[in-house]
């Protein structure tokens, strides 16, 4: 069971907007950054936004970061076909003195 | 750009240590600034994070699994090494070494090697 609380799957008609929820505490989402991944089938995770709301170079405007207490929601709008992955929201965790990920979100483009 | 590659022995008995290395190129680790990062993902599930290390030799393992971890740097070949001794099946896993920021924003990643624990 992890420490951060992702529901396992969401899906949304291509063009629209799915929200991935991220629950933690204040041991973590409360007081630290929260970075989100997206892995696509058989590859290593990418990074699509790292402290609460950064992108990389190359991630695009449709992937969006709202954070409020111990919990954060990445958006993802105009859903592609390419954004059907899976989604992981990771953060540091004071408790543990360890990096924390959440369980992970199938995205389904209906 | 910074690159990592994974490499070890995909094959692994029972007990026995397992031993991956990370080369990094791109990129050197002595320039501090970032943590390098060991993740493993059990086939079909998530992410667990297993520790990382400062160029500085200094590290942070998952609680669960410090027991028996080693995380080690070698700077003069760019290199970092993970060590898992007293391996069972609860082992076999995709093994990732990253770059990561020290708070969990690794933008930089190997391809991932598979390791099997088996007699």
């Known amino acids: 069971q992890s420490v951060l609380t992702q529901p396992p799957s969401v899906s949304a008609a291509p063009g629209q907007k799915v929200t991935i929820s991220c629950s933690g505490s204040?041991?973590?989402?409360?007081?630290?950054?929260v970075s989100w991944y997206q892995q696509l089938p058989g590859t290593a995770p990418k990074l699509l936004i790292y402290d609460n709301n950064k992108r990389p170079s190359g991630i695009p405007d449709r992937f969006s970061v709202s954070k409020s207490g111990t919990s954060a929601t990445l958006g993802i709008t105009g859903l592609q076909t390419g954004d059907e992955a899976d989604y992981y929201c990771?953060?540091?965790?004071?408790?543990?003195?360890?990096?924390?990920f959440g369980g992970g979100t199938k995205v389904s483009v209906l | 750009q910074v690159q990592l590659q994974e490499s070890g022995p995909g094959l692994v008995k029972p007990s026995q240590t397992l031993s991956l290395t990370c080369t990094v190129s791109g990129g050197s680790i002595r320039s501090g600034g970032y943590y390098w990062s060991w993740v493993r993902q059990h086939p079909g599930k998530g992410l667990e994070w297993i520790g990382y290390i400062y160029s500085s030799g200094t590290t942070y393992y998952n609680p669960s699994l410090k027991s028996r971890l080693t995380i080690s740097v070698d700077t003069s070949t760019n290199q970092f090494s993970l060590k898992v001794s007293s391996v069972t099946a609860a082992d076999t896993a995709v093994y990732f070494c990253?770059?990561?920021?020290?708070?969990?924003?690794?933008?930089?990643w190997g391809q991932g090697t598979l390791l099997t624990v088996s007699s």
């Open positions: 990771g953060a540091w965790d004071s408790s543990l003195n360890a990096v924390i």
């Open positions: 204040s041991s973590n989402i409360g007081n630290y950054y």
């Open positions: 990253a770059r990561d920021d020290g708070l969990g924003a690794a933008e930089y």
